[in-house]
């Protein structure tokens, strides 16, 4: 079975300064890889996705993330942190063919002034 | 407005009391997913839909039920709740093909708490 690690629980950044969150999976061929963000009092929206081809996906609000086959990981970049980022980041995994995500623990970002 | 609704927004609820937690999309997705989140633990699924009529457990299904009667709707039912059901729950729909690449959209969450 496939499983997801996010082995920071909290990170905190200054605002401007620039973040990576990480991501490690387990799974024996290349999953389907989703990064999520999850704002105070709300569901889960979905950041970006990789499926194939291009390693560098960029999605939404100006985050990227490198699939990097060698490391299992799916790291979430963001080159400038806003205030408004202040979030918890959720890595989800999904063998193919199947229906059913495995999500991470979730990153509790703290962005300080 | 599209998306997924969920009802109620909150709840207190007495132990040993049932309780049906509502979710419904309008996006005409097959697949449906109820989770629940506890802090430290990351979403956890509880049992998922394919498609109407069907259903199946998912990595914490105990002390819970589902149905699929339709497209739109994915009731989670707690027969007999417990303090240990204390948590936020979610629902979640996906237009699945054959591929199972879709994206999972969300609903905003019933917190729910178990006394």
């Known amino acids: 079975a496939q499983s997801v690690t996010q082995p920071d629980i909290h990170i905190t950044v200054s605002e401007g300064a620039s973040l990576e969150l990480r991501c490690n999976y387990s799974?024996?061929?290349?999953?389907?890889l989703f990064w999520y963000v999850q704002s105070p009092g709300q569901g889960l929206q979905l950041l970006l996705k990789?499926?194939?081809?291009?390693?560098l996906v960029q999605g939404i609000k100006g985050f990227e993330a490198e699939f990097k086959r060698s490391q299992s990981s799916f790291n979430l970049r963001k080159p400038s942190v806003h205030w408004s980022d202040a979030a918890e980041y959720f890595c989800a995994v999904r063998p193919g063919g199947s229906y059913i995500p495995t999500f991470g623990r979730g990153t509790s970002l703290i962005v300080h002034p | 407005i599209a998306g997924i609704t969920q009802a109620p927004t909150s709840q207190i609820l007495a132990a040993g009391r049932r309780m049906t937690l509502r979710c419904t999309q309008d996006?005409?997705?097959?697949?449906m997913y109820w989770y629940r989140q506890d802090l430290g633990l990351g979403l956890r699924l509880i049992h998922y839909s394919n498609t109407a009529g069907t259903t199946g457990k998912g990595e914490v299904p105990d002390g819970y039920s589902v149905s699929r009667a339709n497209t739109d709707d994915f009731p989670l039912t707690l027969a007999s709740a417990v303090p240990s059901q204390t948590s936020v729950y979610f629902c979640a729909s996906s237009d699945e093909g054959t591929s199972g690449k879709d994206t999972q959209y969300f609903g905003p969450g019933t917190r729910l708490t178990v006394l």
């Open positions: 799974y024996g061929a290349t999953p389907y």
């Open positions: 996006m005409r997705h097959n697949a």
């Open positions: 990789y499926f194939s081809g291009d390693t």
